[in-house]
């Protein structure tokens, strides 16, 4: 079985973060859906954030109220260090998400650009699931990208699951409402392309 921490924790001590397949110069769907469903005085998560740019994005935007989660602390470290003076306006939390200690009803946000798709165990996923419904205030938006069924079959070594939409949102069950969806291709720094599945949804 693989050590999920050391696997990613590898990663990112090897690897520059804007050459793993997943950068994004600017996460625009993201912070699009976000803007969209939060003021910035919104308390916004971002699962499995690490070294992704969006937590520049949205504190260029005006957001008051971040956390970043990852379990890679060499990921959450590369974003620090980029964000200098600014990285001390965010809360950082070094921990797997299916066994994090989070707190009750505070998030507004939550969003997960490709966690998800890494837990191809059930039970981790009932786990995730079930964080959301913890942390997530009642009213509060999850948004939840995944690779779609045009997307590889394993990413970084590890094998993922693929999604189609509702597939998705069944997962999270009858207590989040799907509002919509979209589809993304993303360009990997190799010039590949991968197909990715955004679920927005409210909170019950």
Not at 30 to 55: N, Q, T
Not at 68 to 76: E, I, T
């Amino acid at each position: 079985m693989v050590d999920r921490r050391q696997h990613w924790e590898t990663v990112y001590s090897t690897r520059a973060a804007d050459q793993v397949g997943w950068f994004q110069p600017h996460a625009a769907s993201s912070l699009r859906l976000i803007e969209g469903s939060a003021d910035r005085d919104a308390h916004v998560i971002d699962v499995g954030g690490g070294a992704s740019v969006l937590v520049d994005d949205l504190l260029d935007a005006g957001y008051r109220n971040l956390t970043v989660l990852d379990l890679a602390d060499s990921a959450l470290a590369a974003s620090r260090a980029r964000l200098g003076r600014r990285a001390r306006s965010v809360q950082w939390i070094d921990a797997d998400i299916t066994r994090a200690e989070l707190p009750a009803a505070r998030y507004d946000v939550w969003h997960d650009r490709a966690v998800f798709h890494f837990l191809t165990d059930p039970a981790d996923r009932a786990r995730y699931v079930a964080q959301v419904l913890k942390s997530v205030k009642p009213g509060g938006h999850v948004i939840v990208a995944a690779f779609g069924p045009g997307g590889p079959l394993q990413c970084s070594g590890l094998d993922v699951v693929r999604y189609v939409p509702d597939a998705l949102h069944a997962e999270f069950g009858a207590a989040f409402r799907m509002l919509r969806h979209e589809t993304e291709i993303h360009r990997t720094p190799a010039g590949g392309e991968q197909e990715f599945v955004y679920c927005y949804c409210r909170r019950i």
